[in-house]
């Protein structure tokens, strides 16, 4: 099993500034990884796939980059509605399919 | 874009089962490969199994197997998932989710979730 890391698990950031999240696979994982968002009592939002392709409606300020263990999400110039929990996936092997413990972006 | 609606939330005491369901709309299920994830409360996400876009059999993530079933009713365009022998530690919510991409397993579609409390 692939097992998913994330850093911080807590990352406190102001309105405007960049925040940089990590995720890093126990073994490679190619480009077959994802992020989510997902604020309280919502469902988990698809941000980044293929590492980093944008999904649909996502605006420009979130990026996706790295392949093989290391990952990280940019969200350049914070809006209020960006402070939520951040989830990265790797789907490239499975069973089972396996997501990180989440990094929480909150105001500082 | 598809829609996926879940059933209501649940009470169960330990050691019953507990069948989620996810209705389809806008799509036809057998088009879709769908998997469950479930969140227990203030936890990550978990992923429970779901179906192999390369041959739509099912395939189960070994902590919950033999005790998980997920099935499709392609009349009502309605996939299921069911959990038996519920303890404590299956309090969460559940989610049905999918994606209209070929061959890929990161999912830009999912249910509203369904709760379900296990407590005696």
């Known amino acids: 099993e692939i097992v998913m890391t994330q850093s911080p698990a807590t990352l406190s950031v102001s309105p405007g500034e960049r925040a940089t999240l990590s995720c890093r696979a126990s073994q490679s994982v190619s480009d077959n990884l994802a992020w989510y968002q997902q604020k309280p009592g919502q469902a988990p939002r698809l941000l980044i796939y293929?590492?980093?392709n944008r999904a649909t409606g996502i605006p420009a300020r979130f990026s996706g980059s790295g392949f093989g263990t290391e990952f990280t999400l940019t969200i350049r110039s914070l809006q209020s509605e960006d402070f939520a929990v951040y989830y990265c996936?790797?789907?490239?092997?499975?069973?089972?399919?396996?997501f990180g413990p989440g990094t929480k972006l909150d105001f500082k | 874009q598809v829609q996926l609606v879940q059933s209501g939330a649940e009470v169960k005491k330990p050691g019953a089962s507990v069948k989620v369901s996810c209705q389809i709309s806008?799509?036809?299920?057998?088009?879709?490969?769908i998997h469950w994830v479930r969140q227990a409360p203030g936890k990550g996400l978990e992923w429970m199994g779901g179906?192999?876009?390369?041959?739509?059999?099912?395939v189960y993530a070994q902590k919950f197997q033999g005790r998980v079933t997920m099935t499709e009713d392609t009349s009502t365009d309605t996939a299921y998932m069911e959990l038996n022998s519920l303890r404590s530690e299956d309090t969460a919510v559940y989610y049905c989710?999918?994606?209209?991409?070929?061959?890929?397993?990161?999912?830009?579609?999912w249910g509203q979730g369904t709760l379900v409390t296990v407590s005696s």
């Open positions: 293929g590492a980093f």
């Open positions: 989710a999918t994606t209209l991409a070929p061959l890929t397993l990161n999912f830009d579609y």
């Open positions: 179906s192999d876009p390369e041959d739509g059999k099912t």
């Open positions: 806008e799509y036809t299920l057998s088009d879709l490969s």
């Open positions: 996936q790797q789907y490239n092997n499975w069973p089972p399919i396996t």
